[in-house]
């Protein structure tokens, strides 16, 4: 799943046994870095656990649940989202299930722009560019550096923060 995405997921139980369980209940504390959306069969929402009181639950029967919810962003690429779900019932103790493990996609998305006070300047006249970046992406972009190649007929007077001009190229190093 993407960082700041949202994923369903399915929880299936049966009986597999010769008698009905009764006061059958399904947990499921959500992962962490997730946030509740919806949920499916009359499941409720309360601190961060999904429950669904199924009631009775035939010799043989079986069925399914799901419930989605929202991931956070930003979040490291490869982050690993594990859900636990637990099913109880008057008769039995507790069973609990399979681990289900989601992995986290993310990926910086740089975005840069320059712009310049006017499109017309004077002979010997200091123009400043103003160069915008961003991240619109869904985790940290590390060992950033913006290079901006100097128009021809310019001399370079000095960049903020601290930039570097070699040979018409300014480096400008953001860092993260």
Do not use: C
């Not at 669904?52 to 035939?58: F, R």
């Not at 290079?147 to 480096?171: I, Y």
């Amino acid at each position: 799943v993407d960082a700041g995405g949202q994923f369903t997921y399915t929880l299936s139980y049966a009986n597999s046994g010769n008698a009905d369980a009764t006061g059958v209940v399904l947990t499921d504390p959500l992962p962490g870095n997730t946030t509740f959306r919806t949920a499916t069969g009359g499941g409720s929402h309360v601190g961060g656990t999904v429950t669904w009181n199924l009631g009775t639950v035939s010799a043989g029967d079986s069925g399914s649940v799901t419930v989605s919810v929202d991931v956070a962003s930003p979040l490291p690429d490869g982050t690993i989202l594990s859900n636990t779900a637990t099913l109880d019932s008057s008769e039995l103790n507790q069973v609990v299930s399979n681990t289900a493990d989601v992995t986290v996609d993310s990926a910086p998305v740089l975005r840069v722009s320059k712009s310049a006070p006017s499109p017309f300047a004077r002979p010997g006249e200091t123009v400043s560019y103003t160069i915008n970046y961003e991240n619109v992406g869904s985790d940290a972009a590390t060992g950033v550096v913006v290079r901006d190649t100097l128009p021809q007929n310019v001399s370079f007077v000095g960049a903020s923060p601290s930039g570097m001009e070699v040979n018409g190229v300014v480096t400008l190093n953001i860092g993260t």
